[in-house]
């Protein structure tokens, strides 16, 4: 019985120089397309497959060669960015992209430093000239404040590596996460080639600023990834939480163990979960955005987070967690209709991505970047599931999976099951239907901008964007099981406790209404919520008198509410002849916006004493 206690459960810019590329025309797009001759949908299947590998293969050398130009101070596209300056995009107007973004770089860096540690040590040059350079950048004064007053915060700057004081949505706090992470990652592998001067000396002091950071200012809002909601955004405070647990395992191989990190990073785990709704993540809360809240925000945050030791973990939103599944279906089926080159495409095969639906940013169009994310996602998942042996459908993923197979049913399929094989084969190939969406709608010439349009899928927006060839490059890595080192979120466990500010993704409410009712009374409650009826008297909800004695007289009701906010309601009984009598009390209120203890999931009892009018 829930009614005894109250229990809660639980270039340089050089302009100039960046510019010249930057009005290059559209060589390829000028061309006829490839698919245009090639008439896909007539060719065999091995035909099919053939025609994406070379796409991948060659795709990958202008891909990297892409990042490599977008580089200072040597990269073909922006001569005179600073060195180790990693622009966003050459493109200087509609929309000006010759800065450097914290977030973008971070990303792309990231790849670069995985790609070095996989052999490809060509690249330590620009590694170490992206030390340099975000050393520099840390301390420079902006509009977010001096390097220990908010500053880590500044989402971009000029290619030079000066300020840049123009009006902005800031600060944005995902930025010095990632460039940890990303610093972590080289950090490691020195650490394993005796380079343990190095990290103490040069690495670990810009890494500790930007934990230090994180560590602050994760419960504060900003802005979110695309620059636009004030909030808290659901990639920033999961790429946080990667972050401080990654920290906390470097400071401890380093000899400063700082247990503030591990603290901070269960705070966040905690947060993290209140951004499930029962049916999606919400890429943003504390925020009103007037959005569906379905943003690829969260498919990002999946991909970045991903562990290829953790298994299919829903509290770190693992990408082959029930949770993450879901989500994706969601969010990809946001942009099934609504832009006119998705039309038609059966529920099984790709899309194009966008960043949510309501986006109209350059047009609010598909995004490369986003198109090869939701690739990514189903790779390392098809991963994982390869590794463990097994799928487990539950009730939140089904929908997923019956995608592939309708008529599926919750289970545990073994790697040795025809359903297994029949659901990875599907998979597999709609993740390689997204890259097929990208081989199909890249110019000849393989440059990929930010954008392509819905309609005709013409490519729009910044060109040549830094970010688009490495959202590519990590798709096609995590195609070819070339995964990034773990990152320990399969010592991350969620706390019992959780204790955040944020609102609870489900409330179970306890009614204990404690009142003398005579033979025959019945005793309801209505209110402004469904659950309660929404003031329909015939719909209210009848309490039962199981508990009721004499001693203590009892009524009782549980209801579910799945998006916890502030409900009024009222009791009322019901006389064994249909008369109705209200309670004495005005309506009485409960606010179960906020304050979730219990990580996704919340108990709550009122205690009501009634008298009769
Ligand atoms: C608004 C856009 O939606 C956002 O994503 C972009 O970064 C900024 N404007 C700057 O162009
Ligand atoms: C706009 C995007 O919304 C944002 O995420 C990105 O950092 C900038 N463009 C630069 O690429």
Known sequence: ???????????????????????????????????????????KQDQKDNDLEHFIQTQSHVAIAGILANIGPDGKRCHGAAPGIVIASPSNVDPDYVYTWTRDAALTMKLIVDRFIAGSKDLQASIEDYIGAQTKLQVVDNPSGTFSSGGLGEPKFNVDGSVFNGAWGRPQRDGPALRAITLIAYSKWLLEHEGEHEVTARLWPIIAKDLQYVEATWHQDGFDLWEEVKGSSFF??????????????LA?????????????????????????????????????????????NTILASIHTFDVLT????????????KALANLKEVVDSFRTIYPINAHTPTDQAVAIGRYQEDVYMGGHPWYLNTAAVAEQLYDALHQWNRTGSINVTETSLPFFQDFIPKLSTGQYKSTSKTYRTLTRAIRSQADSYLRIIQKYTPTDGSLAEQFSRDDGRPLSATHLTWSYA?????????????????????????????????????????????????????????????????????AMPLSAEDHTVVMPLWAGEINLKRPRRIAYKYFLRKYDGTVVWEKHENREIDLAGGCTGAQERAVVVDDVLEWE
């Open 252 to 296: 401890r191989a380093i000899g400063k163990p700082n247990a503030a990190y591990l603290d901070n990073a269960s705070g966040l785990l905690c947060a993290l979960q209140a951004f499930w709704n029962g049916d999606f993540v919400e890429a943003n809360i504390n925020a009103n955005s007037g959005r569906s809240g379905k943003d690829a």
């Open 1 to 43: 019985m829930k009614c005894v206690s109250q229990l809660i459960s639980v270039c340089f810019v050089f302009v100039l120089f960046c510019t010249a590329s930057a009005h290059e025309p559209r060589r390829g797009w000028t061309r006829p397309q490839q698919w245009l001759h090639q008439g896909p949908l007539q060719h």
């Open 311 to 322: 298994g299919c973990d829903d509290a770190t939103f693992q990408p082959c967690s029930s």
């Open 236 to 249: 920033t405070l999961s790429v946080q939480h990667r972050a401080l647990v990654e920290g906390a395992t």
């Open 471 to 539: 959202a590519f490059l990590t798709a096609v890595s995590a195609r070819n099981n070339h995964h990034p080192a773990p990152w320990g979120a399969s010592n991350v466990t969620l706390p019992h406790d959780c204790k955040s500010s944020a609102p609870c993704a489900f409330v179970a409410l306890s009614f204990c209404a404690h009142v003398q009712t005579a033979w025959g009374d019945a005793v309801y409650i209505v209110g402004s919520s469904a659950e309660l009826g929404a003031w329909d008297l015939t719909r």
